[in-house]
């Protein structure tokens, strides 16, 4: 077996996305990521990177799912694992939440995972070491006020995930959802007020936000060789916030 590895991680310029890329970096992997908005951070962060790729490409989009994994293949020769980290919040009462607003977050969170998925099946089940991570979030099983459309998206990738990984698991191919709780230096906390933050931390028994670096380990573990076994898990990085 290879010691070559290959991962397309979505939405990993920024926040947990980036920890991610960050971390499989480190390890020795090679790995495409894609971003949406911010091209020159993006470009920025892949300079004097050999083995990073960023690529634009919208989750929503199936031509540009099928584009991301053609090009993670066609710069790296295979693709083993598939990390769906990008996400998007629209936070607005539920009498606000317009149509549209409700769609484009179940668009990018829900419906771009699938897309994924779906665009690197084929590669992902013929590696010896398929690994499909999606990253998901306490607000799944707790709600969060303002947060309709994102708990929807994010509750509906529990059933997602535990189907697709009943469907695949002959292939040897495993699906696990990693879900955090409030992180800092990620897009829900940037820019938030300190009472803000310290109100949020004083409901967790831990007291603290979590880093994107914990949730990034978490990620990483699922996508090794010694996580072979593990598949359908939910493994929660929130620090006992849902206890």
């Not at 697709?164 to 495993?174: D, H, I, K, N, P």
Request: proline share 3%; net charge negative; hydrophobic share 45%.
């Amino acid at each position: 077996m290879t010691d070559l590895r290959v991962a397309l991680v979505t939405g990993g310029t920024k926040g947990i996305g980036r920890a991610i890329v960050e971390r499989l970096l480190t390890d020795g992997w090679s790995v495409l990521t894609t971003y949406l908005n911010d091209e020159a951070n993006a470009q920025q962060f892949a300079e004097g990177r050999d083995r990073l790729c960023v690529l634009r490409a919208e989750v929503s989009s199936t031509a540009d799912c099928e584009r991301a994994v053609a090009a993670a293949i066609d710069r790296f020769g295979q693709l083993d694992h598939l990390v769906n980290a990008a996400g998007i919040t629209i936070n607005v009462p539920l009498r606000e939440l317009t149509d549209e607003d409700w769609e484009a977050v179940l668009a990018t969170n829900l419906s771009g995972p699938f897309r994924m998925c779906r665009a690197a099946a084929d590669a992902i089940n013929a590696s010896p070491r398929g690994r499909i991570v999606t990253v998901s979030s306490v607000a799944a099983e707790m709600g969060n006020v303002n947060q309709g459309a994102y708990a929807a998206s994010k509750a509906g990738l529990v059933g997602f995930t535990r189907t697709l990984a009943r469907e695949v698991a002959r292939t040897g191919t495993t699906v696990n959802l990693v879900v955090p709780g409030p992180t800092a230096d990620t897009g829900m906390t940037l820019g938030t007020e300190p009472e803000f933050i310290a109100a949020i931390s004083r409901k967790i028994p831990m007291q603290r936000l979590g880093q994107p670096a914990e949730t990034a380990h978490a990620v990483r573990y699922l996508l090794d060789d010694l996580a072979a076994y593990n598949t359908g898990s939910i493994v929660v990085v929130d620090g006992g916030l849902s206890m």
